[in-house]
């Protein structure tokens, strides 16, 4: 009996296991199809046309700027699990690895690169994961491209309490879930 039992528990283990996997698994899926959203918005696409024109961010481009701070400010404010905003912070960087667009961020480093450049990934077309600051900041990165060239990186800075809180449904000491 008692081994029955045991035997139980652990299969009751593994498909619990499972279970928060892929509901991780999901989550950062749709984090990042957030950002592919966001890389093949009129938005970017009219400020890169603009740049692929010459124009210059003195005479012109940086008011093109404007209406990617609008739709990065109104995804944060939209997405949310229950009445918690996922996203912190959204960030557009040039290929360069100059901030084009930080919107959220109120210009804090908060254990972050200094230097941007750090978090260019040309290389990766599905976007990444990025534990950053000594795993108390979790990001995703997404890059993009202009006509099929390398023009930046999409930053997302979540809410690194969500996974453990809503998705995995494991509540901290002294958390309210």
Known sequence: SAANLRAT???????????RVAALGYFFSE?????ANLSLSL???????????GMSMRYGLKQSLVPIRTRFRQLIDRKR?????????LV??????????????????????R????????????????VLDEGRTLAVSYAHFF??????QLIAFL???LPRRWVLSVDAVGDDP
Request: hydrophobic share 30%; glycine share 14%; charged share 35%.
């Open 43 to 53: 938005e970017l696409a009219g400020f890169y046309e603009s740049r692929a024109l």
């Open 159 to 161: 809410d690194s309490s």
């Open 81 to 89: 699990i229950g009445t918690a905003a996922i996203y912190r912070r």
């Open 31 to 35: 984090r990042r199809d957030d950002l």
């Open 115 to 130: 230097n941007w450049k750090e978090l260019l990934a040309p290389d990766d077309r599905g976007g990444r994961i990025l």
């Open 92 to 113: 557009l960087v040039d290929e360069t690895g100059e901030v084009l667009v930080d919107e959220g961020g109120n210009g804090e480093s908060g254990g972050l690169p």
């Open 9 to 19: 528990m652990e299969e009751q283990r593994r498909l619990e296991s499972g279970r």
């Open 147 to 152: 006509k099929d060239v390398y023009a930046g």
